[in-house]
């Protein structure tokens, strides 16, 4: 990424701080501190491929911030993973824990790689490899991994194992989003979910939105979009657009799209398809940039893809009175601005998608004090955070006169400067 892109996202991630720093009349020495990672690691892993060559790829793990605990934070595998990507969200993640005030930091890990092109060997091999390359700097009580785009429970789970070989102990608590026969967390797999249908639900409530009368669009139909749209079709919310990797639909009569439909792109991931196995006749759009959906009406807009998908030049376009970031930073500051002039509402990222790092933390303390909760002792233990997060944002808020982004970055920042100065 070029130092010069304004969607640059950790030139994105500092302008956030930086405003907020000014609203706080931040001590400098803190803000200093929050400008830069505490640590960088860099390798260059070389996995053996199928066919007996090898390859080389790059490979990143920042630690942002351990003021408040453990650095915690996904690892992706993703072609476009580059240093500045990586430490931005390892600061979002900073802020985010600090948010919903669990006690971890920041940290966030990638690698430079298109995981569909390899075999389930050879990304076994890259995982582990990953493991070999950091694991010093890895541990329960010093930095716990998770999964993000494209990894899975199961990379979760040779990581781990890989670790508890290089150790010589096995410590289910160094990584989470594990499988559950591995140590990982039931209903850790729709907490993301879980946690912006409880924000949803929230603002809805604020805003006077009833259910069957607000239409929602969901930007992306990963784990975190799929589950999202079934909890709101489940709460009576009509979804009226959705989109995954390939394609997307929009319902331009505004009724939204039945349940079955919702389930079966899920299960087939494929919502043009599944479109035309129902015989719907729904409007198509062609997956280029999304941002014909995203422009399309509707009330709220669910952004679950990758981040830079609100910018200076789509926003005024946007017709939702509500954005809901389950993806991380996929609205630009200089959209924020445009959007804010609009009075739309956005609920932000370090906000909205907390609830995977706060059931992440969840597993680690299972695996930490050697329990197992219920999916239903999770939800019920996530709701009140989730719950409690937005009515300190949304009181922030209206105490500085702002929007709910800069509102949240102000209560994590207090609370990390407060951590920090000890």
């Known amino acids: 990424m070029s130092k010069n892109n304004k969607n640059n996202p950790y030139q994105n991630a500092m302008s956030q701080l930086t405003k907020t720093a000014k609203i706080l009349k931040l001590d400098k020495a803190v803000l200093v501190k929050l400008q830069h990672p505490q640590r960088i690691l ?50 979002w993640m900073t802020i ?54 494209y990894t899975t429970s199961q990379i979760m789970d040779w990581m781990a194992d890989e670790y508890a070989k290089l150790t010589g102990k096995k410590q289910p608590g160094v990584i989470t989003g594990k499988s559950i026969a591995a140590g990982g967390s039931l209903g850790r797999d729709t907490a993301t979910a879980d946690g912006g249908f409880y924000v949803l ?14 239409r929602i669009i969901i930007q992306g139909f ?9 909890l709101a079709y489940k709460a009576g919310f009509k979804i009226v657009g959705l989109s995954d990797s390939k394609n997307a639909i929009y319902d331009p009569a505004g009724k939204g799209f039945n349940y079955n439909l919702v389930k079966s792109i899920k299960a087939k991931g494929d919502a043009v398809t599944v479109c035309k196995i129902n015989d719907l006749k729904c409007q198509k759009l062609y997956h280029t940039t999304n941002e014909k959906l995203l422009e399309k009406d509707c009330d709220v807009l669910v952004l679950a893809a990758l981040e830079n998908q ?19 930073g996929p609205v630009t500051p200089l959209a924020d601005k445009i959007l804010a002039e609009k009075n739309l509402v956005v609920a932000p990222d370090v906000l909205a998608n907390a609830g995977g790092v706060t059931v992440s933390y969840f597993e680690w303390l299972q695996n930490i004090k050697k329990q197992k909760w219920s999916k239903a002792k999770v939800k019920s233990k996530l709701k009140p955070i989730m719950d409690k997060a937005f009515i300190q944002v949304w009181q922030t808020a209206k105490k500085y006169k702002t929007d709910l982004r800069t509102a949240a970055f102000i209560l994590a920042v207090e609370r990390l400067a407060k951590a920090m100065k000890k």
Not at 313 to 324: E, F, P
């Open 310 to 328: 609100v910018t200076e030049k789509n926003a005024k376009r946007i017709k939702a009175k509500v954005i809901i970031e389950l993806a991380n």
């Open 42 to 91: 860099k390798a260059k892993l070389t996995v053996k491929m199928d066919n007996g060559q090898t390859k080389k790829f790059d490979a990143y793990r920042v630690q942002y911030n351990n003021a408040r605990g453990p650095f915690k934070g996904g690892i992706r595998y993703h072609k476009q993973v580059s240093m500045d990507e990586v430490k931005a969200l390892s600061f």
């Open 222 to 230: 990963g784990n975190a979009g799929a589950n999202f749209a079934q």
């Open 201 to 214: 639900k929230a603002i809805a409530n604020k805003l006077k939105l009833k259910p069957k009368q607000t």
């Open 96 to 149: 985010k824990t600090a948010v919903v005030n669990i006690p971890m930091g920041g940290g966030k890990g990638g690698i430079i790689i298109d995981p569909h092109t390899l075999s389930q060997t050879e990304l076994e091999r890259l995982s582990r490899a990953y493991m070999k390359a950091f694991y010093k700097y890895l541990g329960p009580s010093q930095d716990v991994p998770a999964p993000d785009v």
